[in-house]
């Protein structure tokens, strides 16, 4: 008894299966994996787009601000101080017998610092100073007290006391003598005197600056406090 030697099974492209005696079967190909609706997507997108949306926000709100800030040495404007105020010379001395801090601007037979102004194109609220020491960070004078700004008679028009000697105006702003205000011009007739208290700064490699508050920004070139 012989045995029929079968061919190859085939399957054609519209689902006809045929054996390998010669027979043939319909097959139904089997169906592609079902797929989302476009519409049933929607809701994802939208998260994605509100997500992204929240993020961009949260950045513009925070990190832009913070990177401005640190740009511009801690304030914020428009125009850069060095364009309207340049100081001009400095000179130490001891303060005289007499004066107090807030009349004077230092206190008897503390050391100072007088600058000169150059060139001044601002009002008092448009500027802070600071005393940096030569790594840059803010010069510590033992019982320095701060900073002022004298009219050419002598007369307070600004002042700020310093915090445990420190000379930095970057936590707090001026204080002014009634009938004067940050609006008030700053003029080069005035002078600014910086108290550094009972220690001789002589020999110290110091630097003045001065830095852009209201709608200025950045900082001066640095001035040397000359031994």
Same mark, same amino acid.
């Given at each position: 008894?012989?045995?029929?030697?079968?061919?190859?099974?085939?399957?054609?492209? +519209? %689902?006809?299966?045929?054996?390998?005696?010669?027979?043939?079967?319909?097959?139904?190909?089997?169906?592609?994996?079902?797929?989302? #609706?476009?519409?049933?997507?929607? #809701?994802?997108?939208?998260?994605?787009?509100?997500?992204?949306?929240?993020?961009?926000?949260?950045?513009?709100? /925070?990190?832009? #601000?913070?990177?401005?800030?640190?740009?511009?040495?801690?304030?914020?404007?428009?125009?850069?101080?060095?364009?309207?105020?340049?100081?001009? +010379?400095?000179?130490?001395?001891?303060?005289?017998?007499?004066?107090?801090?807030?009349?004077?601007?230092?206190?008897?037979?503390? /050391?100072?610092?007088?600058?000169?102004?150059?060139?001044?194109?601002?009002?008092?609220?448009?500027?802070?100073?600071?005393? +940096?020491?030569? +790594?840059?960070?803010?010069?510590?004078? /033992?019982?320095?007290?701060?900073?002022?700004?004298?009219?050419?008679?002598?007369?307070?028009?600004?002042?700020?006391?310093?915090?445990?000697?420190?000379?930095?105006?970057?936590?707090?702003?001026?204080?002014?003598?009634?009938?004067?205000?940050?609006?008030?011009?700053?003029?080069?007739?005035?002078?600014?005197?910086?108290?550094?208290?009972?220690?001789?700064?002589? %020999?110290?490699?110091?630097?003045?600056?001065?830095?852009?508050?209201?709608?200025?920004?950045?900082?001066?070139?640095?001035?040397?406090?000359?031994?």
């Amino acid at each position: 008894m012989s045995t029929a030697k079968k061919g190859p099974v085939t399957t054609s492209s +519209n %689902g006809f299966r045929r054996e390998g005696d010669g027979s043939s079967h319909f097959s139904r190909p089997a169906p592609p994996p079902p797929t989302a #609706p476009p519409e049933s997507r929607l #809701p994802l997108i939208i998260v994605v787009i509100v997500v992204v949306f929240v993020l961009t926000s949260v950045a513009s709100a /925070f990190v832009l #601000p913070s990177m401005e800030r640190g740009l511009s040495g801690g304030h914020v404007g428009s125009s850069p101080i060095g364009s309207a105020f340049a100081a001009g +010379n400095a000179v130490r001395s001891v303060c005289p017998s007499g004066s107090t801090f807030s009349a004077n601007g230092c206190a008897a037979t503390h /050391f100072r610092y007088i600058i000169t102004i150059k060139v001044s194109l601002v009002t008092l609220g448009d500027v802070w100073f600071g005393v +940096n020491a030569a +790594n840059g960070s803010t010069a510590f004078e /033992f019982g320095g007290l701060g900073f002022t700004i004298l009219n050419a008679s002598q007369v307070v028009l600004a002042q700020l006391a310093v915090t445990g000697g420190f000379l930095s105006m970057e936590s707090s702003p001026w204080t002014y003598p009634s009938g004067i205000s940050a609006s008030t011009p700053l003029i080069t007739t005035d002078t600014i005197v910086i108290d550094f208290g009972t220690l001789s700064p002589h %020999g110290q490699p110091l630097t003045f600056l001065a830095y852009g508050a209201s709608g200025y920004s950045g900082t001066t070139a640095p001035t040397t406090l000359f031994y």
